[in-house]
């Protein structure tokens, strides 16, 4: 079985910076695609960030500049920085993963709990 744990959220001031992270653990054979996504009380799940395997990155709008996306194949782990944070932003960030899992061989879609990012003064 494969698990997603997200980590780094919290709150924190406009302006400021955070740092998530997203651990992908159990039988994986390789990772493709991994992004970050979030959902603000009464909107829907927006995609924030996406990576594939070889590295190519896309962003929302919203966060393009400020937020970087960036994994560590070694360690099945992508990660969200996000910079100069602003109170839209809050949300519940997830992320979703694409995994090739061995024994037995099957390639699922994967998601996190969930973690909280809130931005406020």
């Known amino acids: 079985q494969v698990q997603l744990v997200e980590s780094g959220g919290g709150l924190v001031q406009p302006g400021g910076s955070l740092r998530l992270s997203c651990a992908a653990s159990?039988?994986?054979?390789?990772?493709?695609?991994m992004n970050w996504y979030r959902q603000a009380p009464g909107k829907q799940r927006e995609l924030v960030a996406g990576i594939t395997s070889g590295g190519s990155t896309n962003y929302a709008g919203s966060v393009k500049g400020r937020f970087t996306i960036s994994r560590d194949n070694a360690k099945n782990t992508v990660y969200l920085q996000m910079n100069s944070l602003k109170p839209e932003d809050t949300a519940v960030y997830s992320c979703?993963?694409?995994?090739?899992?061995?024994?037995?061989?099957?390639?699922?879609?994967?998601w996190g709990q969930g973690t909280q990012v809130t931005v406020s003064s």
């Open positions: 979703y993963a694409i995994v090739v899992a061995r024994y037995p061989t099957r390639v699922g879609e994967y």
């Open positions: 159990g039988s994986i054979f390789s990772i493709n695609a």
